[in-house]
Nanobody
Framework: QAQVVESGGGLVQAGGSLRLSCTASESTFDGYAMGWFRQAPGKEREGVSC????????WYADSVKGRFTISRDNGKRMLYLQMDSLKPEDTAMYYCATAVVVAGLILPSSTFGENWGQGTQVTVSS
């Protein structure tokens, strides 16, 4: 079974909102910073946001800063991404994974490997 399972995506008009959720296993979630990543057709996977294990510090890609909010519920082993003021360029498959921030760049943890979930599709229409 997958270590993470993403949900909450859908089709929304520009300016609308979506809330993504990610469930993770104990070994994947507990004590790790977690992040959201996205990949659009023909594009490389990019880091969108990251949150520390305690939830006290967050990072965002410049493209989403001020519009997206990452959060986590450690008791439920859940990761969330509140997406507001959505733009067509936000259209992508969204994934969650353990994450690190290096020189401002959000990257999946090396220990996460290739254990990506199926992702959840976000489509924003004009």
């Amino acid at each position: 079974q997958a270590q993470v399972v993403e949900s909450g995506g859908g089709l929304v008009q520009a300016g609308g909102s979506l809330r993504l959720s990610c469930t993770a296993s104990e070994s994947t979630f507990d004590g790790y910073a977690m992040g959201w990543f996205r990949q659009a057709p023909g594009k490389e996977r990019e880091g969108v946001s990251c949150i520390t294990s305690s939830g006290d510090t967050t990072w965002y890609a410049d493209s989403v800063k001020g519009r997206f909010t990452i959060s986590r519920d450690n008791g439920k082993r859940m990761l969330y991404l509140q997406m507001d003021s959505l733009k067509p360029e936000d259209t992508a498959m969204y994934y969650c994974a353990t994450a690190v921030v290096v020189a401002g760049l959000i990257l999946p943890s090396s220990t996460f490997g290739e254990n990506w979930g199926q992702g959840t599709q976000v489509t924003v229409s004009s």
